[in-house]
């Protein structure tokens, strides 16, 4: 195996299986990230784009052994924020800021998602690598099962998944039942969400209590804490 080409870099990290991937190709890639870089809601209490407590998205880190940076935003001030934060990366000496997107089969409106990734890094001079953006489901179905990543689902769109499914693993035959649901396999249109609790990354694995489900703005949410 050839080593990784070393560059300073970072990785957007939601504590999401997503994430996880993208980390896990750009260390194969690139070697270990200089830090990970987390938005936060403004009360600088949950993450903004899951809902993760902030304590969990830290106990995550620790287990990778990779610093990480929280900023708070609303999502009015988000784009502004991180870019801010980007920039005085780049002061630090980051060439790069890796994401956790996926191209959608059919959706040519979802480019706009990398878009924004290449805009605000663009903004502070450094380049932005989507390391997922180019495979397929399937290829990345089978990565993801082959990466032995294990995540939970922490919250589903209400009107298109039951709140049965919050607080399971993700497995490939739960995977198999949203296919037959009609729901995107890897979640990619919001349709779900998932907290990691371990990885061969992990130096440990996350003992997580659950706790109450919350119904907020179209979708169920299950909240989880380290223990």
């Not at 706009?112 to 180019?134: G, M, T, Y």
């Not at 009609?182 to 907290?195: A, C, F, N």
């Amino acid at each position: 195996m050839s080593q990784p080409k070393k560059q300073p870099y970072i990785v957007s990290w939601s504590g999401g299986k997503d994430s996880c991937l993208a980390l896990t190709r750009a260390i194969q890639a690139f070697g270990t990230p200089q830090f990970l870089l987390n938005m936060l809601t403004e009360n600088a209490e949950r993450s903004r784009s899951h809902g993760l407590r902030k304590t969990v998205i830290q106990t995550q880190a620790d287990a990778l052994g990779v610093s990480i940076l929280f900023y708070s935003a609303t999502w009015d001030d988000y784009e502004n924020t991180f870019i801010t934060a980007l920039q005085g990366l780049k002061n630090k000496g980051i060439e790069m800021g890796v994401f956790g997107d996926m191209k959608i089969e059919n959706r040519p409106d979802w480019i706009a998602h990398r878009q924004w990734a290449e805009r605000v890094c663009h903004q502070a001079k450094i380049r932005a690598h989507e390391p997922l953006w180019d495979d397929t489901e399937e290829r990345l179905l089978s990565d993801f099962w082959a990466s032995r990543i294990k995540a939970k689902i922490i919250s589903v769109k209400a009107n298109l998944l039951d709140k049965k499914y919050l607080g399971e693993s993700l497995t490939p035959a739960l995977v198999d039942e949203f296919i037959q649901q009609g729901i995107h396999p890897l979640g990619e249109t919001g349709e779900y969400h998932t907290v990691v609790f371990d990885s061969p990354l992990f130096s440990y694995p996350l003992t997580l209590r659950t706790g109450e489900c919350i119904l907020k703005e179209g979708y169920w949410y299950l909240d989880v804490e380290k223990i």
